[in-house]
C-alpha cells in the first residue's frame, strides 16, 4: 500500500462520506473532475509521483517538522502531557503547502499551464503562488476584498512571487465570495487550468484528495511520539476547523483507533449568539462550492455571511467529511470565540515562545478548556498549524 | 408530453424556432415580476424561465449575480417566486420553467418544492449545480411531480455523456454555448457552431435549446440556426436593471421597452 492511500475506506466511488459530500457543480466541470479523479488515482500508486512528492516535502518544505513538548503549557494547563505538532515550521509558515505541493505535482502531470486559488487569510495563497514559482507557472489567487485589508503582509508575498492576486468584491468579500470567483474561473478556462482548492471542501475528489496530501502530519506524528513516548498514539488530538484541512490531515491516520479522542476548535467569533464560523456547531445541511455539508444559512438556504477575527476561519461552509465525523460521533466539534482565541495566542506565546497564527489560537483555547478533562499520564497532541506573523497587526489592534 | 416540450415542438413544426426569455424573481423589486412576466409574454417568448436568487450562484456572471444581490436585498423568498408563478400561469398559458441552485430548494425541503412548484403551473426546472442522476433526490421528486427536468451539455460534455443527459432530460436540453458563465461574451461563434453541430445527434429524445452570451436579434438567429432555438438572460437583466434606474422612464415606459426587446429577440427565430 502506498503511503498516500487512505485508511479510512471514504469516500465512496460518488464522493460521498455518508450523506455528505458529492459534486454540485456546473455540467462544464464534470470531464475535469473525472479528469482530475483518474490523475490523482494513478498518481497514488505510482512510486515515482511518491518520490517526487515526498522529495519535495523534505528538501523544500522541511518536512518532518518537529513534535515539541510543550513543557510550560502542560504546566499551566494542568492535564495530560502536551505535544505540539510544528507545521508552523513549514516552509511558508503554515500547514497549506503540504497540498500545494502535492496539487501543483498532479496539475504538471496532467499537463495544465494555469493556476487558480482561492484564499482567506492568504497562507493557501502564499503556498500556492510559491509552488508555482518554484516550477514557473501562472498563478492567480482569489482574494475576498475584505481579506486583502486585514492580510496584506500575505497580499505582498504573493505578488513578490509573481502571483496576481484578484480582489473578489462580491457579497461578504471574503474567502466564500473568492471561491466563488475561483469556481467561476475555472468554468471559464477549464481547459487550461487547474484549480489548486485550499482546503477539504469543494467538490468530489478534492475533499479526499487535500486530506491525502495533508495525512503526512498524522503519520509524522505517529512516528514521532513512538520514538519520544514508545506509542504510536495519543490520548487526544486537538486542531482548529475551518474548511478542516490540517485537523482531517492530523486525525485521519488515528480515527481507526476509537481510543484516541479527536477534538476539532470551530470559531465562534463574537459568541454563538452574535457573528460566529461555527458551522458543525450552528449549521444545517446544505450545499455551497460544490460539495453537500454543514452550511451556516438562513431558512430561505441564503448563505450566512461568517464572522472570525482570523480570516483563515471565516468560512460559512466546512470540509465534508468533518460532517459525517460530526454525525457519526466520532470527532467531537468545539468552539472559541475571537475573545478566547486572543487569548490563546498569549499563552503559547508566553509559556512557549511560540506565537501561533490566529486560526491555531482556537485551538490553543479550546484546549485550555478541556485539558483538565485529561490525566497527567495522557499525551495530547494539538496542531500547530500555522505561525502567527501574519496576524501581528490584527493581534496587535486587539491588544490594545 | 409535457405543455414546455409541446410548445417547443409546436413552434418547430411552423417552421420556427423557439425562443425562451430569463429572469430573476424578485428583481428589481418585488412588484415588478408580476408585471415582468406579463411583458416578456406579451413580447412573444415560448417559455420563461424565471430564477429563484441564491447568494452564491457560481454559474452567473456579473448581471444575474447583481440581479440576484438586488431581489434577496428586496425580500424576495421562494414562496413570493412560487406565488409569482402562479398567477402567471393563471393568466398565459406559456410555460414557465424555474432555474435556481440546490440549495436554497434542499432548505425549502426537496419533495415539497417539487408538489408546490406543480401545484403553481411551473412545468420545468433547471439547476445548474445539481448534476442529472436517476436517484437524485431532486430528479426523483421531480419525476414524481411531473415537473421537467431540463439538463445542461457543455462544450466540455463528451458525447457519450451527453446521451445520458438526454435520457434523463425532459423539457429540452440546454446547450450551454461556451466554457463560462451566463453574460459571457461568447466571442468568435464559428467554434460554437461546430460544437452544437457535433452535439446535436447525441441529443434524440429532446429539443435544444442554446443559451450563455446570446444579446440580440443576430445571436438568436445565428445560434438558433443550429438548434430548436435560444435562451436570453444576462442581456434582459441588463436592460431591466437600466431602465428601472432610469427615473425618467415611467413604469409603463419601461415594460414598454422589455416588451419591445423581447419582440426583437423573438424576431430572430422566425423563418
Same mark, same amino acid.
Given at each position: 500500500m502506498s503511503e498516500l492511500t487512505s485508511t479510512v475506506s471514504l469516500p465512496d466511488k460518488r464522493g460521498y462520506f455518508g450523506q455528505f459530500g458529492g459534486a454540485f457543480v456546473p455540467e462544464i466541470l464534470v470531464p475535469a473532475l473525472e479528469e482530475l479523479t483518474e490523475a490523482f488515482e494513478t498518481a497514488k500508486q505510482d512510486p515515482a509521483f511518491q518520490a517526487c512528492y515526498h522529495g519535495l516535502l523534505r528538501?523544500?518544505?522541511?518536512?518532518?517538522t518537529a513534535l515539541t513538548f510543550a513543557e510550560r503549557l502542560t504546566e499551566r494547563l494542568g492535564g495530560g502531557r502536551i505535544y505540539l505538532?510544528?507545521?508552523?515550521?513549514?516552509h511558508t509558515g503554515a500547514h497549506k503547502i503540504n497540498n500545494a505541493i502535492g496539487q501543483i505535482l498532479l496539475a504538471r502531470r496532467m499537463g495544465k499551464t494555469r493556476i487558480i486559488a482561492e484564499t482567506g487569510a492568504g497562507q493557501h495563497g502564499v503556498a500556492t503562488a510559491t509552488v508555482c514559482a518554484r516550477f514557473g507557472m501562472e498563478c492567480i489567487v482569489y482574494m475576498g476584498a475584505e481579506d486583502i485589508e486585514r492580510q496584506q503582509l500575505n497580499v505582498h508575498r504573493m505578488r513578490l512571487l509573481g502571483a496576481e492576486v484578484r480582489p473578489?468584491?462580491?457579497?461578504?468579500?471574503t474567502l466564500k465570495d473568492a471561491t466563488n470567483e475561483a469556481i467561476r474561473d475555472w468554468v471559464t478556462n477549464v481547459r487550461d487550468t487547474f484549480y489548486i482548492i485550499g482546503?477539504?471542501?469543494?467538490?468530489?475528489?478534492y475533499p479526499a484528495m487535500v486530506r491525502d496530501f495533508h495525512t503526512v502530519i498524522g503519520k509524522e506524528v505517529q512516528t514521532a511520539l513512538k520514538e519520544k513516548?514508545?506509542? #504510536?498514539? !495519543?490520548?487526544m488530538l486537538v486542531a482548529c476547523v475551518g474548511g478542516g484541512s490540517n485537523a482531517i490531515g492530523m486525525f485521519h491516520p488515528f480515527l481507526?483507533?476509537?481510543?484516541v479522542r479527536c477534538i476539532g476548535v470551530e470559531a465562534s467569533g463574537e459568541g454563538l449568539d452574535g457573528r460566529h464560523a461555527a458551522t458543525l456547531t450552528l449549521g444545517e445541511p446544505g450545499i455551497l462550492h460544490g460539495a453537500l455539508s454543514y452550511l451556516l444559512q438562513d431558512e430561505e438556504g441564503q448563505v450566512s455571511l461568517a464572522h472570525s477575527i482570523s480570516a483563515g476561519l471565516d468560512y460559512p461552509g466546512v470540509g465534508p467529511e468533518h460532517a459525517w465525523l460530526k454525525q457519526s460521533g466520532r470527532v467531537e466539534y468545539l468552539s472559541a470565540t475571537d475573545d478566547e482565541a486572543m487569548e490563546g495566542v498569549q499563552l503559547l506565546s508566553e509559556t512557549e515562545g511560540i506565537i501561533p497564527a490566529l486560526e491555531t489560537a482556537h485551538a490553543v483555547a479550546g484546549l485550555a478548556r478541556i485539558?483538565?478533562? #485529561?490525566? !497527567?499520564q495522557d499525551l495530547i497532541v494539538l496542531n500547530?498549524?500555522?505561525?502567527g506573523d501574519k496576524d501581528m497587526q490584527t493581534i496587535a489592534e486587539a491588544l490594545s | 408530453m409535457s405543455s414546455l416540450k409541446a410548445r417547443i415542438e409546436q413552434v418547430r413544426q411552423a417552421g420556427h424556432k423557439a425562443l425562451g426569455m430569463f429572469i430573476t424573481s424578485g428583481?428589481?423589486?418585488?412588484?415588478?415580476t408580476p408585471d415582468l412576466l406579463k411583458a416578456i409574454d406579451a413580447g412573444g417568448a415560448d417559455f420563461i424561465e424565471l430564477g429563484m436568487p441564491?447568494?452564491?450562484?457560481?454559474?452567473?456572471?456579473i448581471p444575474i449575480q447583481r440581479s440576484s444581490e438586488r431581489a434577496l436585498a428586496a425580500g424576495v423568498t421562494m414562496k413570493d417566486t412560487l406565488r409569482f408563478a402562479a398567477e402567471f400561469a393563471a393568466g398565459s398559458d406559456t410555460p414557465l420553467v424555474l432555474m435556481g441552485y440546490g440549495n436554497p430548494i434542499m432548505r425549502y425541503g426537496i419533495d415539497k418544492f417539487f408538489k408546490d412548484a406543480r401545484s403553481s403551473g411551473v412545468q420545468g426546472v433547471i439547476l445548474p449545480d445539481v448534476l442529472p442522476a436517476p436517484d437524485s433526490p431532486f430528479f426523483r421528486a421531480a419525476t414524481e411531480n411531473g415537473v421537467d427536468t431540463i439538463c445542461l451539455v457543455s462544450p466540455t460534455t463528451p458525447p457519450e455523456r451527453a446521451e445520458r443527459i438526454d435520457a434523463l432530460s425532459s423539457g429540452f436540453v440546454y446547450a450551454?454555448?461556451?466554457?463560462?458563465?451566463?453574460?459571457?461574451?461568447?466571442?468568435?461563434t464559428q467554434p460554437i457552431v461546430d460544437y452544437l453541430r457535433r452535439i446535436?445527434?447525441?441529443?434524440?429524445?429532446n429539443a435544444l435549446m442554446v443559451g450563455f452570451g446570446i444579446r440580440s436579434a443576430e445571436d438568436v438567429r445565428s445560434m438558433a440556426a443550429e438548434t430548436d432555438g435560444a435562451i436570453v438572460g444576462s442581456a434582459l437583466v441588463n436592460l431591466v436593471s437600466a431602465c428601472w434606474d432610469n427615473?425618467?422612464?415611467s413604469r409603463s415606459q419601461r415594460l414598454a421597452e422589455v416588451e419591445s426587446f423581447v419582440r426583437d429577440l423573438k424576431s430572430g427565430t422566425l423563418s
Open positions: 528538501d523544500y518544505v522541511g518536512r518532518p505538532k510544528r507545521e508552523d515550521l513549514c473578489a468584491v462580491s457579497g461578504s468579500q482546503s477539504v471542501v469543494g467538490p468530489h475528489p513516548e514508545g506509542r #504510536t498514539d !495519543p490520548d481507526k483507533n476509537e481510543a485539558a483538565k478533562e #485529561t490525566a !497527567p500547530c498549524s500555522g505561525r | 428583481f428589481p423589486d418585488l412588484t415588478a441564491f447568494s452564491d450562484p457560481l454559474a452567473e456572471g450551454v454555448s461556451v466554457t463560462g458563465v451566463t453574460g459571457t461574451d461568447k466571442g468568435d446535436r445527434p447525441s441529443i434524440v429524445r427615473p425618467d422612464l
